[in-house]
């Protein structure tokens, strides 16, 4: 299974992270963003010309939330909870996430360098209360108690705060915290930052 990831591309690391979670193993095929020939390449591969994609045999995935959702379907369930309900939250919750927060996006863009804390403005703040009001409700250590596709999504978005000054209070903070120290997501910006080299 090959997945085609791209540097400093947050949805690649989500990607790259259901399969750690899943335990599947990827042959991990790196894009850079900033270079035509390989943007090309990627045109190549995928129709749609974006990254993340995973091919697996003649079955081409593109979008991060797709690849998770195949990704728990092959694992049996490893990335989302077992009750239907807590599932159907997870879900909803993660196609916000996927959709949702242009105001973080476009204002905390990715970088592996030094940036400078954001100014507030009110689009910002209300994002930003909407994502402490979603980590209020995390279980602890993850959202269900098990690691799964939410903390993967959300895990790089605590990730993105934190690197632009924004650390949550409370409880959500706590859960911020949590993510922040996740072996496996500090593996995941590691292998990331390799992918930029």
Request: proline share 4%.
């Given at each position: 299974?090959e997945?085609w990831?791209?540097?400093e ?6 990607a790259?992270?259901?399969?750690q ?7 991990v ?15 190549g ?7 993340p994609?995973?091919?697996d045999?003649?079955?081409l995935i593109?979008?991060?939330?797709a690849i998770a ?5 092959i ?13 159907a ?6 196609c ?7 105001h ?6 990715l970088?592996?360098a030094a940036?400078?804390?954001v ?8 994002e ?8 209020f ?12 596709m939410f ?6 978005l605590?990730?993105?705060?934190n690197?632009?000054?924004v ?6 903070g ?13 593996k995941?910006f590691?292998?990331?930052r390799?992918?930029?080299c």
């Amino acid at each position: 299974m090959e997945l085609w990831v791209g540097t400093e591309s947050t949805w690649s690391i989500r990607a790259w992270l259901c399969a750690q979670i899943a335990q599947i193993p990827v042959d991990v095929k790196v894009i850079d963003l900033t270079s035509e020939s390989d943007k090309q390449r990627l045109a190549g591969k995928s129709p749609s010309a974006l990254v993340p994609i995973l091919i697996d045999g003649e079955t081409l995935i593109h979008d991060s939330l797709a690849i998770a959702e195949y990704f728990n379907e092959i694992s049996h369930g490893a990335l989302l909870p077992k009750d239907s309900r807590q599932r159907a939250l997870v879900r909803s919750l993660c196609c916000e996430l996927h959709s949702g927060f242009s105001h973080v996006r476009g204002q905390m863009p990715l970088s592996f360098a030094a940036v400078e804390s954001v100014a507030e403005n009110a689009e910002l703040n209300r994002e930003i209360d909407r994502i402490t009001d979603i980590f209020f409700r995390a279980k602890r250590p993850f959202y269900s108690q098990e690691p799964g596709m939410f903390d993967a999504f959300y895990g790089v978005l605590a990730y993105r705060l934190n690197q632009y000054g924004v650390k949550l209070t409370g409880l959500a903070g706590q859960y911020q915290t949590d993510l922040l120290q996740w072996p496996l997501l500090q593996k995941s910006f590691e292998q990331a930052r390799n992918w930029s080299c």
